[in-house]
């Protein structure tokens, strides 16, 4: 199995930047991909950015395209979450999630939020 610690959450005011880490330990070996995903208050879990272990694709929601950017440290097990120009609708709780054992697309993973490993969330409030 895989376990994932999300850290980097945070307050920050709109048009701020942070940067969100995910570690994956365990069998990460076996971590097909590993993506973002928000729970924003009173809303259902959405995916932002899923990206492959092994190739490297990477897959955006419309609602973040060019402002979020996801990358991994393969060395490191970590996967970071890149947030630039931060809006107020980007308030939420930040969970990491990885396929372990599932072989699917990046695209399928982001926008099925059905994969059976979470990371316990980082709150992030977009707020002057």
């Known amino acids: 199995q895989v376990q994932l610690v999300e850290s980097g959450g945070g307050l920050v005011q709109p048009g701020g930047s942070l940067r969100l880490s995910c570690a994956a330990s365990g069998f990460t070996s076996d971590v097909h991909a590993i993506g973002w995903f928000r729970q924003a208050p009173g809303k259902e879990r959405e995916g932002l950015s899923c990206?492959?272990?092994?190739?490297?694709?990477?897959w955006y929601a419309d609602s973040v395209m060019g402002r979020f950017t996801i990358s991994k440290d393969s060395a490191k097990n970590t996967v970071y979450l890149q947030m630039n120009n931060l809006k107020p609708e980007d308030t939420g709780v930040y969970y990491c999630g990885a396929d372990y054992l599932v072989f699917r697309t990046v695209k399928l993973m982001c926008v099925l939020v059905d994969n059976g490993y979470w990371g316990q969330g980082t709150q992030v409030t977009v707020s002057s």
């Open positions: 990206i492959g272990s092994s190739d490297g694709n990477t």
